[in-house]
């Protein structure tokens, strides 16, 4: 089954168009697409398929989320306002080996 990979789509009809703008970075969709696709290949390496993610909202969180779409890995966010214990109480209970992090 193919899924669809919206950002690779606008990437290839229109690369040169903004995707992703913020005050700090403007990213075409090409910019975009290289971006996930780089860390889709990382993704890639991890034998897990669900990921916990614990990070602030901000374009490499985007980047994140749109390649674990495309590497088919399933990101488990965990709130970066919890307590170390209580993220500790959720990596346990959910069985996560793998965390990434701001």
């Not at 005050?23 to 780089?38: E, F, K, N, Q």
């Not at 991890?46 to 390649?67: F, H, M, N, Y």
Request: hydrophobic share 50%; aromatic share 4%.
């Amino acid at each position: 089954m193919t899924i669809p990979d919206p950002v690779r789509q606008w990437a290839e009809r229109q690369p040169n168009a903004l995707a992703l703008v913020t005050p700090r970075v403007s990213w075409t969709w090409a910019d975009l697409d290289a971006r996930v696709d780089a860390c889709a290949r990382q993704l890639e390496r991890i034998p897990q398929k669900r990921i916990g993610v614990q990070a602030e909202t901000q374009p490499d969180l985007v980047v994140l989320v749109l390649a674990a779409l495309r590497a088919r890995r399933i990101l488990v966010p965990l709130s970066t306002r919890w307590p170390r214990a209580m993220l500790d109480h959720a990596i346990a209970n959910l069985n996560l080996t793998v965390l990434i992090t701001d």
